[in-house]
């Protein structure tokens, strides 16, 4: 497993952790993730006063420039990003 997978899934983990229902990743990271200056996620059901924890958790986690969308905080943009994003977890 290359790190970039391996990081995605511990980043999947930690949010999950926070109630994370559905994780999406998108953006340049999804198209050239060795290129991407940053990663794109968005996430759906983490509860928004636990949100800037989970932010707090993934920094430390990854180590790089990250954005981190909750549907919670902003649905109408977490909907344009789903038609073009990556599930990495939902919640069956």
């Known amino acids: 497993m290359k790190e970039a997978d391996a990081q995605l899934e511990t980043a999947v983990r930690t949010l999950r952790s926070y109630g ?14 060795e290129a991407a200056r940053d990663i794109d996620l968005a996430v759906q059901g983490i509860p928004l006063r636990r949100l800037l924890d989970a932010d707090l958790a993934l920094y430390k986690l990854l180590r790089r420039s990250f954005d981190l969308v909750s549907r919670e905080e902003d649905p109408a943009f977490f909907d344009l990003i789903q038609a073009e994003a990556r599930v990495l977890y939902e919640e069956g």
């Open 20 to 33: 994370a229902r559905r994780v999406l990743l998108f953006g340049s990271y999804l198209h050239t993730p």
